[in-house]
């Protein structure tokens, strides 16, 4: 079946450090994958998105490419701010599917 | 315009009573979703509408839950007889269409808490 797996939490970094958050997944044909973001108290809400292989997603400075050989699609940004402490789930959409499939969850603190 | 409303943010109820939890979807949605995140958990899927319709009834966790929508808009999550693990946020979602350029978009969620 599909699924989703993202590396545990919490992840505790300094302002400014670099950010990975790794992301694999297991799906049958060619899903669309998206990272999604929750802020403390607020809802969860789109990040970005990519479509197809070798496609980057990009918004805030956050970027992550789908890698169909490696079935990956990790989450990156050069410099963390304070503000960008958040959980992070990664998710995929199938082919021809209506269920998004998330991952549990990576929770990000930056510490100022 | 308005985002994804659920109602109540949040409800505390007594084992064994039932629970209804409502989501109001951005209008023109016509895929609507529901998801229970428990602490320390991903999202769970429970069951997602097309219009009025569910196609996908999978992911609900027993028969103690049903769902229905009406008129392509609101739709309601009961849980009759609570237990202490249904004790989560649950959260409603809507997208445009349910295809792969159709990002969710989601409620504030409903934490629920079973004593």
């Known amino acids: 079946g599909n699924s989703v797996t993202q590396m545990e939490g919490p992840v505790t970094l300094s302002e400014e450090a670099f950010l990975t958050i790794n992301c694999t997944y297991t799906?049958?044909?060619?899903?669309?994958l998206f990272w999604y973001v929750q802020y403390p108290g607020e809802g969860l809400q789109l990040l970005l998105k990519?479509?197809?292989?070798?496609d980057k997603g990009s918004n805030k400075g956050f970027e992550a490419t789908y890698r169909k050989e490696t079935t990956s699609f990790h989450l990156e940004k050069g410099s963390v701010q304070v503000s960008d402490s958040a959980v992070y789930f990664c998710?995929?959409?199938?082919?021809?599917?209506?269920?998004?499939?998330f991952g549990a969850g990576t929770r990000l603190f930056v510490k100022a | 315009g308005a985002g994804v409303s659920q109602s109540p943010s949040n409800k505390v109820t007594e084992k064994g009573k039932d629970v209804e939890l409502r989501c109001d979807p951005i209008s023109g949605h016509t895929a609507l979703y529901w998801y229970r995140q428990s602490l320390g958990q991903g999202l769970e899927f429970l069951i997602y509408f097309q219009g009025n319709s569910a196609p996908d009834k999978s992911g609900l966790p027993s028969d103690r839950f049903s769902a229905e929508r009406t008129g392509g808009s609101v739709s309601t999550l009961t849980i009759q007889r609570t237990q202490q693990e249904d004790s989560a946020v649950y959260l409603c979602?809507?997208?445009?269409?349910?295809?792969?350029?159709?990002?969710?978009?989601f409620g504030n969620g409903t934490r629920l808490t079973v004593t």
């Open positions: 799906a049958t044909g060619y899903p669309s």
């Open positions: 990519a479509t197809k292989a070798d």
């Open positions: 979602a809507s997208s445009p269409a349910g295809d792969l350029n159709s990002p969710l978009h």
């Open positions: 998710a995929l959409l199938n082919t021809g599917g209506f269920k998004t499939i």
